[in-house]
């Protein structure tokens, strides 16, 4: 008969690992970075501000730039109020590989990036459909459209990745992907 011995390293590790295979996989899985390197890069229009940017934010051994993240915190700044927060990578990720899973390199329309609190409450006093605890004003959300690429081709890739929050506003003419618990509607 073996006798095996824990450690408290061995102990510790095989617990951790338990842990994970019970709990199941992150709410916003580590895989929204390409599995092979690349470089992560996104052309985008704001219809706003009508301002354009093309940039690349992420080099191909996964190091961002510090001054294209501050680009992007910019454009998708609060077009109301032009109040600008740091917007979370893991939303800029999930947008980069929903262009890349509709074919990449196209220009994406930003509709709604970064909503300031006076600008969601104007929203919810005029009547629109916005949520008083929207992920937007976290700068966790960005609502976009694709021109040449159909409204529910979007849709479909965003829910391909699994990722994060996909909504569907066909109506209105964009998809809304954010980056808390995998959820659509």
């Not at 706003?48 to 940017?53: A, N």
């Not at 993240?69 to 800029?92: E, N």
């Not at 609502?143 to 990722?163: E, F, K, N, Q, T």
Request: proline share 4%.
């Amino acid at each position: 008969m073996v006798r095996q011995s824990w450690s408290r390293r061995g102990f510790l590790k095989a617990s951790l690992v338990g842990a994970f295979l019970l709990l199941g996989r992150p709410a916003f899985p580590e895989i929204v970075r390409p599995e092979r390197p690349e470089e992560g890069s996104l052309l985008l229009y704001n219809t706003h501000t009508q301002e354009r940017l093309d940039i690349c934010y992420r080099d191909a051994s996964s190091g961002y730039d510090p001054a294209a993240l501050d680009a992007l915190d910019h454009f998708f700044r609060c077009h109301y109020t032009q109040k600008v927060v740091k917007m979370d990578i893991r939303v800029i990720e999930f947008l980069n590989a929903v262009d890349k899973e509709v074919g990449g390199g196209h220009e994406i329309h930003i509709i709604s990036g970064y909503r300031s609190p006076e600008y969601n409450d104007l929203l919810i006093r005029e009547g629109r459909e916005v949520s008083q605890h929207s992920l937007h004003l976290q700068g966790k959300a960005i609502d976009i459209h694709v021109p040449r690429v159909g409204l529910s081709a979007v849709r479909r890739a965003a829910l391909r990745l699994g990722y994060g929050g996909v909504g569907y506003y066909p109506h209105s003419g964009f998809v809304h992907i954010d980056s808390g618990r995998f959820r659509y509607w």
